[in-house]
């Protein structure tokens, strides 16, 4: 019933086909229906959602600040501050931890009146590339349940996949968003760094770290993406951008004369991708060819640092995650041991509780990157080669006008195949944490629209100038057309 376009959502409300209640009614019966296998949930809203959009219902009778986002019921990964809402961050050590105000995105939303369904499920702490690491529960792939849906945003892709929300916010550290996208077969956006307002995202990497959006479009990413870009001079990292041309206008023109660049340093002796599973290399090459039929060219381009850009990315994240993680010690917020002990064995005891084995791990490496005699030899060099990479992007953004490549190497795995190797999980990311290290915007696009229920989904991803979501975005309304 659903199963449409934000347009087509606003369009069918306008025109009274549907009220926002019946509409809130509906996903959160999908949820009920669904979410039982699924668990993209950690909780649901029903009862500030059915109020929400009552109020949104009576808004709509006196034709009062009607939006295009008015009445959109949307889901937000549990690492979002929603005021008065729990918010865990999908760990243990911030168990019964409420939100004193709401994230600036969800402030923004709030005055677009969207309608919030309930938080998602996440890898804990935003670390992890299955949504395994959960401290709450696994979340399985809509598409088949044997299998992961993607991290750390799996709850947030794994919910819209499954029709159980339009639309869920989710964050982007080295491919949180685009990777889950693609093993649930939805759009993933991560803007570029500094384009949406961080302010009210508990912290992973913060230098890294970006809010996104996984929907059914890229035509819906560009409408909620308007509605959450901007300045905030609540976040210093925060930057005020034109986003590379207007959503609103359908003319493709200057997309059909797109060129895309391929790296040259990820391909084969044969021009083909490396290191690709056989299903998501046919599907990589037919999205390509589509790509060409819109009248889009591709380009091999040198880019000599990408394929450094993996260990540069971790060395850097677990640096950042561990002096993140030292404000949790159980005692200000979250879960604390009640039994009378020294400080000292207080933080070790409330933080072995209350962090799971990834997050243990990323602790340890960070920190030891981060100590003295090691700071030069390994985050200080990261730094170094962060900058050329960056470098590269640029030199190349000189003749084409955005960057071409799959999302993840391989279709989803089945729930608990890696997650006893965390080294395959991480090269899981060699593609999607390019951008992440340069900041830049990349969307991931289903190849195909899923109507072949025993094939899974593949994603691939455009790389975007600084600030230029408008022109990926086209490229991906382009494709969907």
């Known amino acids: 019933m659903f199963n449409i376009s934000i347009k087509e959502f606003y369009k069918g409300l306008a025109e009274k086909k549907f009220s926002a209640k019946e509409a809130t009614e509906f996903f959160i019966k999908q949820i009920k229906e669904k979410d039982e296998e699924v668990k993209a949930f950690l909780e649901v809203f029903e009862e500030s959602a059915l109020e929400e959009a009552k109020r949104v219902d009576e808004i709509l009778e006196k034709r009062e600040n009607f939006g295009v986002l008015t009445g959109v019921p949307m889901a937000v990964k549990d690492n979002i501050l929603i005021k008065g809402k729990e918010a865990t961050g999908g760990s243990k050590i911030l168990k019964g931890h409420r939100a004193e105000y709401d994230a600036t995105v969800i402030k923004k939303l709030k005055e677009s009146k969207v309608v919030f369904l309930g938080r998602t499920n996440m890898d804990e702490f935003a670390m992890g590339s299955s949504t395994e690491n959960s401290a709450w529960q696994v979340t399985h792939?809509?598409?088949?349940?044997e299998r992961v849906p993607g991290g750390t945003s799996g709850g947030s892709a794994a919910a819209v996949a499954a029709e159980m929300a339009m639309a869920a916010l989710g964050s982007d550290t080295g491919g949180s968003i685009r990777q889950p996208a693609s093993f649930c077969g939805v759009v993933g956006l991560k803007p570029t760094y500094g384009a949406v307002s961080r302010f009210g995202l508990i912290a992973a990497a913060s230098s890294f770290d970006q809010i996104g959006l996984l929907t059914k479009t890229a035509e819906d990413a560009a409408i909620i993406f308007s509605a959450i870009a901007g300045k905030d001079e609540l976040d210093s990292t925060n930057s005020v951008s034109d986003f590379g041309g207007e959503f609103e206008k359908d003319d493709f023109e200057r997309v059909k004369s797109f060129t895309l660049g391929i790296p040259k340093e990820l391909l084969d002796k044969d021009g083909k991708f490396k290191g690709l599973d056989l299903e998501t290399a046919v599907e990589i090459e037919k999205s390509k060819k589509r790509l060409e039929d819109l009248g889009i060219k591709f380009k091999e381009v040198s880019?000599?640092?990408?394929?450094?850009?993996?260990?540069?990315?971790?060395?850097?994240i677990f640096a950042e995650e561990s002096s993140n993680l030292a404000r949790f010690d159980g005692l200000r917020y979250g879960a604390s041991t009640k039994e009378n002990k020294s400080l000292f064995d207080l933080?070790?005891?409330?933080?072995?509780?209350?962090?799971?084995?990834?997050?243990?791990?990323?602790?340890?490496?960070?920190?030891?990157?981060l100590s003295s005699g090691y700071?030069?030899?390994?985050?200080?060099?990261?730094?170094?080669?962060?900058?050329?990479?960056?470098?590269?992007?640029?030199?190349?953004?000189?003749?084409?006008?955005?960057?071409?490549?799959?999302?993840?190497?391989?279709?989803?795995?089945?729930?608990?195949e890696k997650i006893i190797d965390p080294l395959a999980m991480y090269m899981g990311d060699i593609f999607t944490v390019t951008a992440s290290v340069a900041g830049l915007p990349a969307v991931s696009l289903p190849t195909e629209k899923k109507?072949?229920?025993?094939?899974?989904?593949?994603?691939?991803?455009?790389?975007?100038?600084?600030?230029?979501e408008g022109e990926i975005l086209k490229v991906g309304m382009a494709y969907e057309k």
């Open 141 to 145: 792939n809509p598409n088949d349940l």
């Open 303 to 316: 880019m000599p640092f990408i394929e450094y850009a993996l260990p540069c990315y971790y060395i850097m």
């Open 347 to 369: 933080y070790l005891e409330n933080k072995s509780a209350g962090f799971g084995e990834e997050v243990k791990r990323r602790i340890i490496l960070g920190t030891f990157v």
């Open 375 to 416: 700071y030069d030899a390994y985050y200080g060099k990261a730094e170094k080669v962060r900058r050329l990479i960056k470098k590269d992007f640029k030199n190349v953004f000189s003749s084409v006008d955005a960057i071409f490549m799959p999302t993840a190497p391989t279709v989803a795995y089945k729930i608990g």
């Open 451 to 468: 109507e072949n229920r025993k094939k899974l989904p593949v994603g691939f991803q455009i790389i975007g100038k600084p600030f230029h």
